[in-house]
């Protein structure tokens, strides 16, 4: 059991690490406020969110799932889910602002992730070298993705009034449910496994719907933020394709 933990942690260390590397990047970017540059950002995040929804998400679902039912009710039950609980927020007058939001879904996003890479980790253990070198990709790959996901939670707060610190602070724990996922994972392997299309199918319910609802129509008031919506959803699209 301790193995499989230290496997699961290893493996999830370098997308972790990305994620950190990315939300740094507010300490170099997150100056600026005027809303042209604010727009351009909430265009990119829409567009990694997007595409990170399909590829690393809907895709792995559907082609993991014995039949349509547990990506299609699971993303339904990911959409419904995230209405029920901004209801629950708006009724007891705290209700998150949409920098907010993206975050938790990036966050509610890494965790399924963090479980494909931390299961990959543990199912190459003892196997063949093309199995194992087959979870080190995975590990990089996800981990290249993290770089513009842990950017698309720390830019949009700090814009959003939270200081560089705080805005760090929350890309850095976006990226930490990604060693939890890996580990949880790691001791439930049977159980995971069954249940992994519902969990990556809700998951891109909430990011599509956080996306669509606050960052798309935003960054399409401008022809630059819908510019970086495209650039940021063909980047995420070409990253997850190749690796």
Aim: aromatic share 6%; hydrophobic share 60%; proline share 4%.
């Amino acid at each position: 059991m301790v193995e499989k933990v230290w496997l699961a942690l290893r493996a999830t260390a370098f997308p972790l690490f990305c994620t950190v590397a990315g939300a740094g990047g507010v300490y170099v970017l997150g100056g600026g406020k005027k809303r042209g540059g604010e727009q351009v950002m909430n265009g990119f995040a829409a567009g990694v969110m997007l595409a990170a929804s399909f590829f690393s998400l809907l895709v792995p679902a559907v082609q993991g799932a014995a039949s349509w039912h547990a990506p299609t009710l699971g993303f339904a039950l990911g959409v419904a889910g995230l209405a029920a609980a901004e209801a629950g927020a708006a009724a007891l007058g705290h209700a998150a602002q949409s920098s907010c939001r993206a975050a938790m879904g990036i966050a509610l996003h890494n965790l399924p992730e963090g479980m494909v890479v931390g299961l990959a980790a543990v199912l190459a253990m003892g196997g063949s070298a093309e199995m194992k070198a087959g979870a080190a990709a995975l590990s990089v790959g996800i981990g290249l993705q993290n770089l513009p996901e842990g950017a698309a939670v720390s830019l949009p707060l700090h814009r959003a009034g939270q200081s560089r610190n705080k805005a760090f602070a929350a890309g850095v724990a976006s990226g930490l449910v990604e060693p939890v996922g890996g580990v949880i994972a790691a001791l439930l392997a049977g159980w995971v496994s069954a249940l992994m299309p519902w969990m990556l199918a809700g998951a891109a319910g909430v990011m599509v719907a956080i996306t669509l609802q606050d960052l798309v129509p935003d960054a399409v008031k401008t022809r630059w933020g819908a510019a970086a919506l495209w650039l940021g959803f063909v980047l995420m699209m070409a990253m997850d394709l190749a690796l």
